[in-house]
């Protein structure tokens, strides 16, 4: 079974935005069993669309549309499918009603333009978008199946992974199509993936590496004739990926290193707070991403001059000394977290203290060297790196790697 | 003149990563006044590249290839761009010498696999590529050119913006075309589009509006036959925007607005401590973003306890009283800021408290309050906010937000 996908848009072609919902659907396709070899984009024009689709109904037994489906003179996906598929558009009541129910819930005022969101091609079935009021469209036809998908990133993924991958999963099996992504942390790509070679080759369920930074998830895939019996073929291989990657498996689907970790302390009933040097506030700004932090997290101090770490924090003058080893040391990160746990009477401190670069590297100390720690009530813990990579993206690393020490530290 | 865009990788269809390379073309091309109504993109297949490429050059002018131009096997763009010309491929000397030199200064062991990159269609001329191995193409035939381009983005994007613009450049205006990039903050894009409405039809240099969170970007772009008199085209239009703008323009090009208060701030000889709340660190991990942000940034405290507010920024506690403001209010914002600048002894404090949701909203404060405070040598500044976006849109509202007040009072 092949599909194609036609983007629609001329803020896609002027590059006004990146067409995150193609790359979206590209990573699903796959997961499907579906192969997906061209892809499309089009103007709001059309013409071009109908010529576009024309071509990729002549190639492909599924073909996606995303965007066009709006109220305005400029949402032609519509129509460019009926003038493709040689159909035309009828008025949908129940469409109707619908957008008149929501229009009144959202206390808008009503426009005649928004009727346009009611048409169909007769061929069509409409799909639920509780996220907006373009309904998304399956339309079938001589053999051929055209997909209509809502550009609006909030309403195209909830309207891609729910009922049109169960559509797909029956289309492309019979049954359904179940995956679960297992992630994990603190441990390399390369050993992952030694770890589990011979599994990779593994049909029903397969197994698929993702490397991200400081992480590797794992997408294990499964088809079968009910979501049961797909579970149910998963479960064995997350039990075996899990024999063989122990504790470095942190977390399922989305749930973030973060949440986990807000998670485990929330469980010990402890809080945290954070101390940072290069990094900034990033730490303390990626933890707070999780809305309901404020239970465990308490705060924190970025003490980006020594004089903060010395004069804020506390940490012991000695250490800056001439013959001291200085703020980017095993030693300075230790007191930073033992000092931030002090200070803020937490449970926990975490720290991290480097040399983000692109200048202010030595030859004992490159740019990319960094130390975190983690005082825990049994004792300090601690880690040092040496990344190489952009300023961002030591900075990116420096976080990661302290959520995974404090990870394992609560472990 | 008309172009088109085909890009080319298994990994763009899979999603494995977003193409922003044809983003970044996207908008190059109407800058030059080049149309552009279709893209496509292939797996790594001679056969479909080619189909591809046919398909572009019947209705385009100018075709550009991304990608596909490395020494793999996988690598097919030379012989899809040549079988689609009906040219052949040639090995170019100078190219090969190029390849062993790179080899030679990079001390990487020479495989034969590299010489794919010296191969040439003969209607080609190559474009260098100081950034890696594989050179781009620009060929033409018979009235048609195709540019092709290597997909890794820090090579791709000095190409595109280098000599591929030039080249482009000569062929639309048989001149060269230049390009600034006017930043705004604080102005709503609603406001700066009236303010200019009239400029926007201008049509030699053109000025075109791009609207980002909590900035307004005009391009302001010129043709000529040299660099001197486009850039004296431009000149008069930027004195123009800035006459009506005033103060909303902080910069040009890529500087971005933390870079200008870091600037100023340094400029004043001043010193900068910030205290977070809702925020969590974000506002002080942009500054430090900046390479160089030591100098001038010293530190701050992410005060996201109330207890921590009181107990180690020194915010009254009478303010978290039943009877009180509360931490989200115009005082505790303005306790904040005046108590980090005190305790860091800092030049300038800025603070942001708020709530950014989901959850935690009330009647009178709503998801989305935010206040914000700069405590200066002259006194404090303060503003409040209601920001309608997700817990992620808050936050990074609220830190520019931030920067906007505090580049104000630095003014």
């Known amino acids: 079974m092949k599909a ?3 983007s629609v848009g001329t803020e896609l072609l002027l590059g006004q935005i990146a067409d995150t919902d193609a790359q979206h659907l590209g990573q699903l396709l796959p997961q499907l069993g579906i192969a997906h070899t061209n892809r499309q984009t089009v103007g709001d024009n059309l013409q071009r669309l109908a010529d576009a689709l024309r071509l990729a109904l002549s190639r492909s037994d599924i073909v996606f549309t995303i965007g066009g489906l709006g109220p305005t003179q400029d949402d032609l996906t519509r129509e460019g499918i009926a003038a493709a598929l040689g159909d035309v558009l009828v008025k949908d009541d129940d469409l109707e009603a619908n957008l008149h129910r ?19 091609p007769t061929c069509s079935v409409p799909i639920a978008n509780p ?9 079938e036809k001589d053999g051929k199946v055209v997909i209509a998908l809502p550009g609006p990133r909030g ?22 199509i179940v995956s679960r992504l297992l992630r994990t942390c603190g441990i390399g790509e390369g050993i992952v993936e030694d770890k589990i070679k011979d599994l990779l080759s593994s049909e029903n369920p397969t197994i698929a590496p993702y490397a991200k930074i400081g992480e590797v998830h794992l997408r294990i895939t499964s088809h079968a004739p009910s979501r049961e019996e797909a579970e149910s073929l998963i479960d064995p291989m997350e039990a075996e990926v899990r024999a063989r990657l122990g504790a470095a498996v942190y977390g ?18 402890s809080t945290l707070a954070v101390a940072e040097s290069c990094t900034g506030g990033g730490l303390g700004a990626r933890i707070t991403s999780v809305a309901g932090a404020s239970d465990v997290f ?10 903060v770490k010395e004069g804020i924090l506390g940490v012991d003058s000695a250490l800056f000394a001439e013959s001291g080893p200085g703020a980017v040391s095993d030693e300075c990160a230790r007191q930073m977290a033992e000092r931030v746990r002090d200070k803020f009477g937490a449970t926990f401190g975490v720290s991290i203290t480097g040399i983000a670069g692109p200048s202010g590297g030595s030859e004992q100390k490159p740019v990319g060297t960094v130390y975190v720690a983690v005082a825990a009530p049994d004792g300090v813990h601690s880690e040092h790196y040496r990344f190489r990579a952009s300023r961002e993206g030591v900075r990116e690393r420096s976080v990661q790697s302290a959520l995974v020490l404090l990870r394992a530290a609560l472990a």
């Open 4 to 6: 194609e996908i036609v």
């Open 102 to 120: 929501i229009f009144r819930e959202r206390r808008f005022a009503w426009v005649e333009s928004q009727l346009r969101q009611a048409m169909r």
């Open 131 to 139: 996220n907006g009021t373009a309904p998304g469209l399956i339309c």
């Open 155 to 176: 309403e195209f993924v909830p309207m891609a992974d729910g009922p049109v991958r169960d559509y797909l999963a029956r289309l492309a099996t019979g049954g359904v």
């Open 252 to 269: 399922l689907d989305d749930v973030a290193l973060e949440e986990v970790v807000l998670r485990q302390l929330r469980a010990l009933g």
């Open 298 to 307: 308490v705060g924190g101090i970025v003490s980006y001059a020594n004089e």
